[in-house]
């Protein structure tokens, strides 16, 4: 069993509203990855990250923000919620570097923005 | 930009038939990892190829990587109502684009009839 940890499961907020979504993991895994997917549909790449410190964009745009001070931790975060980004957050890791390694995966933050 | 396609995108069986997915990229893959997601889940890591025209067996999967290493194929063989999910294939380009990090297929939604 994966040792990869998400809160909250599930978030309902109004718009406007400033969110954190967490992600945590004890596998020492230096890279971290946040996923959007739409239920039952593909997962897109948000973010990632190589290490402490290191942040990048991945290949779907989004207005959300992540952090990554410690190695376990990898929060996400929106300034100001909106209805589209209703959603499935998926945050994940890998032992690799490269894209050669399984991905661990939490089990998903569904936030719903109303 | 690189492009991993995979057909069908649903596939309903009466249980006991057999089920197949297809994965097709634009380019080269350095490597293929394929993922199951039941409903309502999160991907878990099924199986990683890395050789060309690799083949692995899991009890009643098959999965095999292309000679050109452009393509991959999940078959599951009899299905049961335990097969229910999406199977997503992801894969590495072997030259360095996404950054290096899988690119994932858009899935197969398979559901199984009793």
């Known amino acids: 069993e994966a040792d990869i940890y998400q809160t909250p499961r599930y978030l309902v907020i109004g718009t406007g509203k400033k969110i954190t979504l967490e992600c945590s993991q004890t596998?020492?895994?230096?890279?971290m990855y946040w996923y959007q997917q739409d239920p039952g549909m593909e997962l897109h790449l948000i973010h990632y990250s190589y290490g402490v410190n290191s942040t990048e964009k991945g290949d779907l745009s989004s207005e959300s923000t992540v952090s990554r001070i410690r190695t376990e931790h990898f929060p996400l975060t929106l300034e100001s919620a909106r209805p589209s980004h209703t959603s499935q957050y998926l945050c994940a890791s890998s032992e690799s570097m490269s894209g050669a390694g399984e991905l661990f995966f939490g089990e998903g933050s569904r936030l719903t923005v109303l | 930009g690189q492009q991993v396609m995979q057909i069908p995108q649903y596939q309903h069986v009466q249980e006991g038939e057999d089920f197949t997915t297809y994965c097709n990229s634009s380019t080269t893959l350095s490597n293929i990892q394929w993922y199951k997601q039941r409903p309502g889940g999160h991907p878990v890591f099924l199986i990683q190829l890395v050789k060309s025209g690799e083949v692995k067996k899991q009890k009643r999967l098959t999965f095999q990587f292309g000679e050109a290493k452009k393509n991959s194929s999940l078959h599951i063989t009899a299905t049961q109502t335990t097969d229910v999910g999406t199977y997503f294939c992801a894969g590495t380009s072997d030259y360095g684009g996404s950054q290096g990090n899988l690119i994932f297929g858009k899935g197969t939604k398979l559901s199984v009839k009793p």
């Open positions: 596998m020492g895994h230096d890279k």
